[in-house]
């Protein structure tokens, strides 16, 4: 480890020695670990960080003025769609995908630095329920879904495959975690499988240039990340997410925070959105697209400017949170190198079936985890409806079929489908075929066992 000496020297090329103005009132542990901290900022990478964020956040807030010429929808040819194709042609895409998972091609990348801090929780959000009648929470939902389509591939081909689940934390959530999923044994996954890492982090900034220390022994740090594009149609020109488009020809998502409202609403001949390619944060990349980024093209991609309420500490030590934005987070986003790809399509999804996001607390209009257990339960009510089951009343009169009530509502009844039964809606005919239920529906692996029988 780096001396207190060496670091200091280091920092003060960058002109960021203030970083250690509390190391001599620090205890020989947070010392080390401050200086750990520090040590392995390389001084000149260190001092372009700072007057890069300083010189961005300096530019006018909003849309650059130049976007709108630039931006140009992506060509027909490179727009796949899983609503509009043919379904031999869908048969065949699925048919594909369980042979690769089958031969050990395919693995799952979870992004997880996230604190659920906009949810009002103070613990990882993958550690989050939204209240399904089962209290599975996300991380175990994806944990059986990876579980279930590793089964259906081994089915099809006969073989035994894995598909092994990379999770990224940050230093915030990597501890709470790998906690979380020993106390729950892995959900059953082989815990050689699921790989665990941090994100790499870059300093906040202070609009001035300045590192900012959080405390008076640690750095307030942000994350860099890189990674691929499912995309829905948008529900409106304002929803909040970004847009996959071109920009000056090649394909890029562009946050719905940097189109401004003019572009936003552009309309084509037939009355839909000119850009209505909203990006669900669901990507796929091959290995050697990334091994190819990460070696050549990692520097060239631009990070963008967050300007956020940092807490720090300040010159007597004291901490402070601020009421208003005092910083700066730069932020690469796992999107950002689509720029990159020789041959790039995005591929459009039914939001009923595979986009619900959570993103706030349940004060909130949207995006909530009031809409997120609707859009689950009305899925697999669906499910349950196509294969050919019925529901009754508390009278035993059997209730009308209503496939799709409008998603403010709840669902007229109460049905939820593991992912160990089922991934996508396959295989419950056995199960449900001609019966008559009562809500609720749990349809666990205890349940469809009990119903074959």
């Not at 009132?25 to 700072?50: I, T």
């Not at 499912?230 to 920009?247: H, I, N, T």
């Not at 901490?319 to 986003?333: A, H, L, Y």
Request: hydrophobic share 40%.
């Amino acid at each position: 480890m780096a001396s207190e000496r060496d670091v200091r020297a280091r920092l003060q090329r960058a002109g960021q020695e203030h970083l250690l103005r509390f190391c001599a009132e620090l205890a020989p542990g947070p010392r080390a670990a401050l200086l750990a901290e520090l040590g392995a900022l390389e001084p000149e990478a260190l001092s372009e960080h700072c007057r890069r964020a300083a010189a961005a956040c300096a530019h006018p807030p909003g849309p650059p003025p130049d976007l709108a010429a630039r931006l140009r929808p992506l060509p027909p040819e490179c727009v796949g769609s899983a609503t509009r194709c043919d379904p031999e042609v869908r048969r065949l895409w699925e048919e594909e995908g369980f042979r690769q998972i089958a031969l050990n091609k395919v693995a799952v990348l979870l992004l997880a630095g996230g604190q659920g801090t906009r949810l009002g929780v103070t613990y990882p959000k993958g550690m989050y329920q939204v209240g399904l009648p089962s209290q599975k929470t996300l991380y175990q939902l994806q944990a059986e879904r990876i579980q279930r389509v590793e089964q259906l591939a081994g089915q099809r081909h006969g073989t035994r495959c894995t598909i092994p689940w990379y999770i990224m934390t940050s230093e915030f959530t990597l501890g709470p975690t790998a906690r979380f999923f020993k106390e729950h044994d892995f959900f059953h996954l082989d815990p050689n499988n699921v790989i665990m890492f941090e994100q790499r982090m870059l300093p906040a900034v202070t609009f001035d240039g300045r590192a900012i220390l959080e405390q008076k022994d640690k750095v307030a740090m942000a994350p860099g990340a890189d990674c691929g594009a499912k995309v829905v149609e948008k529900a409106d020109p304002e929803e909040p997410v970004g847009v996959v488009c071109q920009v000056d020809g090649v394909p890029q998502v562009v946050e719905y925070s940097e189109i401004s409202p003019e572009t936003a609403q552009l309309r084509r001949p037939d009355g839909s959105l000119l850009y209505s390619l909203g990006n669900i944060c669901n990507h796929f990349f091959t290995r050697d697209f990334l091994q190819m980024v990460s070696s050549k093209f990692e520097p060239l991609l631009k990070p963008h400017v967050a300007v956020k309420k940092v807490p720090y500490v300040d010159e007597e030590g004291n901490p402070v949170k601020p009421i208003k934005p005092n910083g700066i987070k730069m932020e690469k986003f796992v999107f950002d190198v689509f720029q990159f790809a020789k041959s790039f399509v995005a591929f459009e999804v039914s939001r009923e079936e595979e986009f619900s996001p959570l993103k706030n607390a349940a004060s909130a209009a949207r995006d909530n985890p009031a809409t997120t257990r609707r859009a689950l339960l009305m899925q697999h009510y669906r499910w349950a409806l196509q294969a050919g089951a019925h529901f009754l009343d508390a009278y035993g009169a059997r209730l009308p079929e209503l496939p799709s009530p409008p998603s403010s509502r709840e669902p007229p009844v109460i049905c939820e489908i593991s992912p160990l039964v089922s991934y996508s809606g396959e295989g419950l005919e056995e199960y449900l075929q001609g019966r008559e239920f009562r809500s609720p529906l749990i349809l666990d692996e205890n349940q469809a066992r009990a119903l074959q029988l």
